[in-house]
């Protein structure tokens, strides 16, 4: 099976408990991931501001970094950093799993165009315009959710786009989700959202907004968190948020984004980390849907659109 997700937590859970990419007791490592055959990761660099012990989430945003740097360093065997569709091509040629940078909250950024080109230096390619909180560029799903994108925030997906940058708009209000398809040209991301009609959390996406992905070739990734899959929720359940997702035209705009050691252990039954993604393909193999599909699902379709966008 071949996976490319889009988005994990996993930078941020290691950095702050002294774990290691490489092997760790959390939802996923490098030995975990390397069982794949093509293996493609977003890493969110991320920090709550309530965070305790951390100096301010800027600070958490570069100590953060400077992990993963060095963390890529040392199992250069295993993983490379990549920074376009180009590269991770390259790295899966020689064997090798394909990292991509995330930043989850522009406020990691200071919000600001100096930041954003910081961050496109550093080999970021996704930013999260919020976190759950609302910050100067939008307000988010759970704080000012009738706030849509300021003209900062709009100045922000602009130069996004001139560097080859994805907008992720996973957390951020229904109004800013609008401001984004207006604002930004070519698709973008939710990288760990599933179908609200299936389990009404506002960190969901509606009908209209999948019918908006599917139409722009942009791309939603399942999230496996249980409060957005429902209560009870097992694999089945994640299942048919792609179902739905499908139904609504999203074949070429549904993808994976685990959320993996952002849900602690509010996972899905059956699902204990990286290792156990099989059993959704699985599940939709017993559902007839033709491999091609899947594997669009699992890999192609996320690949796509960061070869489309991701290109320097
Ligand atoms: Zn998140």
Known sequence: MDL?????????????????????????DLERGSRFGAWGQFFAL????????????????RGQYAFFQREMAQNGDRMVHCRTGAEAKAAFAAGKGAAFLSVEGAELLGCSLEGLDWAFQAGVRAVNLTWNYANALSG???????????PQGRAFCRRMGELGMLVDVSHLSDA????????????FLATHSNARALCPHPRNL???????????????????????LGEGAGVEAVADHIEHFLDLGGAGSVALGGDLDG??????????????????????????????????????????????????
């Open 176 to 187: 800013g989700f609008w401001d984004v398809a207006e604002t930004v040209e070519g698709p």
């Open 263 to 312: 849900c602690g252990d509010r996972l899905p039954g059956g699902i204990a980390g990286v290792q156990d993604l099989e059993i959704i393909a699985e599940e939709l193999l017993r559902r007839n849907y033709p491999e091609e599909l899947l594997h669009a699902i699992c890999f192609d379709n996320l690949m796509r659109v960061v070869n489309q966008v991701c290109t320097m």
């Open 46 to 61: 991320f920090a709550a501001r309530e965070d305790p012990g951390t100096p301010g989430v800027e600070a958490a945003c």
């Open 140 to 150: 988010s799903c759970m704080e000012e959710p009738e706030r849509g994108l300021s």
């Open 206 to 228: 509606t009908d209209e907004m999948c019918r908006e992905l599917a139409r722009r070739g942009a791309v939603a990734g399942i999230n496996l968190f249980r409060d957005f």
């Open 4 to 28: 490319f997700d889009g988005h994990c937590d996993t930078v941020s859970r290691c950095w702050g408990r002294g774990w290691r990419l490489r092997s760790n007791p959390g939802n996923l």
